[in-house]
């Protein structure tokens, strides 16, 4: 069973148009997170959620909006895409028992290209 | 602020040899650590982590790390390398960030090939 799945893996889309990306854990985790990772392969932390609520939320454009309808899924809708959105987007999650001995199971992320 | 600097981009060893991946932070408190390998198309997965106790901390895959306050260093450490860690391989530094959360800080990752 795949503990945290992501959907699509690929997608390429064009400027201007609106996407989702679709998160689920089946860990029973209570906090989940976005990461951006850039064609220079840095990983940058966007969102993270715990119990439905958001808690980082990094400096971003208001473009991007995280929701999370339930403890299990986080979805990450993109507005107005840009060129500059291309990139590997990768969802994680993490007990979330404010232990900073947790550990954040990464999943296996959504290359998105904007042409 | 945390930050996380691996020096190096890219190294290339041959099967069997020994590797080391330097890792180094820079955090006010007493630092959480982690090394992740990422392999070509896939996510992260969690090689070790360290939190306090023991320097030496063993991890998956035959890996170590050796924790090292006065030079504010986490180096990985294999002392046979396989074909099959070729991957990109990161060091990250944890921060609280409120209720159940923390953000990890990663450095830009280290490139191994590994020559058969």
């Known amino acids: 069973d795949t503990a945290v799945s992501q959907t699509p893996k690929y997608l390429v889309t064009q400027m201007g148009n609106d996407k989702s990306i679709k998160c689920e854990q089946n860990l029973g985790h209570d906090t989940m997170y976005w990461y951006k990772q850039d064609s220079k392969k840095f990983l ?17 454009p208001n473009r991007f909006s995280p929701k999370s309808p339930d403890k299990a899924h986080l979805n990450l809708h ?5 060129l500059g959105d291309s990139a590997v987007y990768f969802c994680a999650s993490s007990p979330g028992d404010s232990s900073l001995t947790d550990t954040q199971y990464f999943g296996p992320g959504t290359r998105l290209t904007v042409l | 602020a945390q930050s996380v600097t691996q020096p190096d981009i890219h190294i290339t060893v041959s099967e069997g040899a020994s590797l ?11 630092p959480y ?7 070509p198309g896939q996510g992260l997965q969690l090689l070790l982590k360290y939190f306090s106790g023991d320097t030496l901390v063993q991890g998956i895959k035959g890996f170590e790390a050796e924790f090292k306050r006065s030079q504010s260093s986490f180096n990985l450490r294999k002392p046979s390398v396989h074909w099959s860690d070729a991957a990109e391989y990161f060091c990250a530094v ?18 191994l090939s590994v020559i058969p």
């Open chain 1, 44 to 60: 940058k932390i966007m969102f993270s959620y715990n119990n439905k609520e958001l808690i980082i939320n990094e400096t971003v």
């Open chain 1, 78 to 82: 993109i507005n107005s895409l840009e």
């Open chain 2, 20 to 30: 080391e991946l330097r890792c180094n932070y820079s955090y006010g408190a007493t």
């Open chain 2, 33 to 39: 650590l982690f090394w992740y390998v990422q392999s």
């Open chain 2, 94 to 111: 944890a921060q609280r960030a409120g209720a159940g959360s923390y953000q990890l800080t990663f450095g830009k990752g280290t490139k």
